[in-house]
């Protein structure tokens, strides 16, 4: 069991301590190429704010910062996992009124509320999360199991569609097709050099090489090359790799920040409850990072009303695979700002 520590917890000096703690649980959320966009301001012992940080937008694969707030969403929903988890109550003001224009979130710490079980075993996995590339072994995630997920990311306030086999295969292809297009855009390519496969690791953010595979057996991730199988895949055999892993595609009707955020708060809900199951787990962005083949997915794909904000892609690791560090994190005092 995760918790903590101890001398965090009590005094009231300690207690900033704890709101530290707090950021810096926050800051093990995922983010597009593990960017990390975001700044926290500790206001008091009992107050804490979520900034969007633009200086780290990906302006190639998302001009409108809707991955953005994505990320600041799961960032958010993290740290109200780690403050349930020492015990407080919280209270969340989103997009507040009449602050600055990057301010995303205010968490109000409102006093003790002992934990639950559950809010522990999140903190744990809040903490054993990894997005991992490869591929999965072949059992199949039951469906009990997605229908579990999917109704955590509706309660999140996101609902979530859970894709079959005919759809994660075309899903796959609007994959391909879009490495394709983001492959000849130079500003595009110019972010995916900066932020991704970096060797050696010498930053603090960026997806290290280590952590991504040659070449990727499922086409739903992204290998170095920034290609998948499908690539000269017969369809049968593209149709036996999707089986490998179940995909969740977490929608919101509001296609504005408010809806991108709370997007962001169900891919973290539902990814915490998936690593609880024993789930390896990666969020697949390429679909819906092109306003073409994303409206191909909303209306051809899956046909919904409501936008696909994000998909994540969910499968049983192998069990002879080692279990993969962490990407890095910035100091939490390069994020902290006064």
């Not at 690593?275 to 969020?283: C, D, I, K, T, Y």
């Amino acid at each position: 069991m995760v918790t903590l520590a101890a001398s965090e917890i009590t005094g009231a000096a300690p207690q900033r301590g704890v709101a530290r703690s707090i950021v810096a649980m926050a800051m093990r959320a995922p983010s597009l190429h593990n960017t990390q966009p975001w700044r926290w301001r500790i206001c008091s012992e009992h107050t804490l704010e979520l900034y969007a940080d633009h200086d780290r937008q990906l302006h190639g694969v998302d001009p409108r910062g809707r991955l953005m707030m994505l990320s600041l969403g799961s960032a958010l929903h993290h740290a109200v996992v780690a403050a349930r988890s020492v015990d407080r109550a919280v209270r969340v003001e989103r997009l507040p009124d009449g602050g600055p224009p990057d301010l995303v979130a205010r968490l109000h710490l409102e006093g003790r509320s002992p934990s639950r079980p559950e809010d522990r075993i999140a903190l744990a996995s809040l903490v054993a999360r990894r997005t991992d590339r490869r591929p999965f072994s072949s059992w199949e995630v039951p469906d009990e199991i997605l229908r579990r997920l999917a109704e955590v990311s509706t309660q999140a306030g996101a609902p979530a569609v859970v894709l079959d086999v005919r759809q994660r295969v075309a899903v796959e292809h609007l994959v391909s097709t879009a490495s394709v297009l983001q492959a000849s855009r130079r500003l595009v390519e110019r972010e995916h050099a900066r932020w991704w496969a970096i060797e050696p690791r010498a930053t603090y953010d960026g997806v290290p090489a280590d952590l991504v595979p040659d070449r990727v057996v499922d086409p739903l991730g992204r290998g170095r090359d920034g290609a998948g199988v499908l690539d000269g895949t017969p369809a049968e055999d593209a149709e036996a790799v999707a089986e490998r892993a179940a995909v969740l595609a977490i929608c919101h009707e509001d296609d504005n920040r408010a809806g991108w955020l709370a997007a962001g708060e169900a891919l973290s809900a539902v990814w915490l409850e998936a690593v609880a199951e024993g789930l390896g787990g990666v969020p697949v962005s390429l679909p819906v990072e092109e306003p073409e083949l994303r409206e191909q997915l909303r209306s051809g794909v899956l046909g919904l009303a409501v936008q696909p904000q994000v998909l994540l892609r969910l499968g049983w690791p192998h069990t002879s695979t080692t279990r993969l560090p962490a990407s890095p994190r910035r100091p939490i005092d390069d994020v902290l700002v006064p």
